[in-house]
Nanobody, 121 residues
């Protein structure tokens, strides 16, 4: 079971990017798929998560009203639409799966390689 993030790049402040997270293996309705981000020397910080069954969304305060998480159950893919990007959003973004609600990266599994997002003018 592994989840692969993609879609990162370099964007100017105020710009937008959409990240994709392709999940292998079966995702059950009770699972959550979450996005985390990490900068060098720091732990992974929770960004957003979505419950596979029903699609309930959860966001970190720092990204609320700017980022939107969604899922496509037929494609087994989770998206993170990031708008109004700020330099402090610069990080490597990872996605992973959890068995229940959590904002702690240690409760998630299936980490694949992350995707780098750079917000700079």
């Amino acid at each position: 079971v592994q989840l692969q993030a993609s879609g990162g790049g370099t964007v100017q402040p105020g710009g937008s990017l959409r990240l994709s997270c392709a999940a292998s293996g079966r995702t059950y309705s009770s699972h959550l798929v979450g996005w985390f981000r990490q900068v060098p020397g720091k732990e992974r910080d929770f960004v957003a998560s979505i419950r596979w069954g029903g699609g309930r969304e959860y966001y970190a305060d720092s990204v609320k009203d700017r980022f939107t998480i969604s899922r496509d159950t037929t494609e087994n893919t989770v998206y993170l639409q990031m708008n109004s990007l700020k330099p402090e959003d610069t990080a490597v973004y990872h996605c992973a799966r959890a068995n229940g609600y959590s904002t702690t990266w240690r409760d998630y599994y299936g980490w694949g390689q992350g995707t780098l997002v750079t917000v700079s003018s």
